[in-house]
């Protein structure tokens, strides 16, 4: 059985996100947001009206899980 961690932590537009992974870091608001994970990668989303969403992953993990 597997465990997890989450915590946030929200200064501002900043948010500081930890996990069992490491830490991550976010900044945006409701239309447009940016996150960087733990392993390196960069996800960019935007939010159009009408329930529209597109988010595009950028980079390759710098680990891999061995379960």
């Known amino acids: 059985m597997g465990w997890h961690y ?3 932590i929200k200064v501002g537009p900043f948010r500081i ?4 992974h490491g830490v991550g870091h976010s900044f945006g608001n ?3 947001h940016v996150t960087t994970t733990p392993d ?3 996800h960019v989303s935007l939010r ?8 595009k992953t950028f ?3 710098k ?3 061995h379960y």
Not at 48 to 53: A, D, M, R, S
């Open 17 to 20: 996100n930890l996990s069992r």
């Open 48 to 55: 159009l009206p009408g329930g529209f969403h597109i988010g």
């Open 63 to 65: 680990y891999y899980r």
């Open 30 to 32: 409701r239309r447009f």
């Open 40 to 42: 390196g990668r960069r």
């Open 6 to 8: 989450n915590k946030s």
């Open 59 to 61: 980079g390759k993990r």
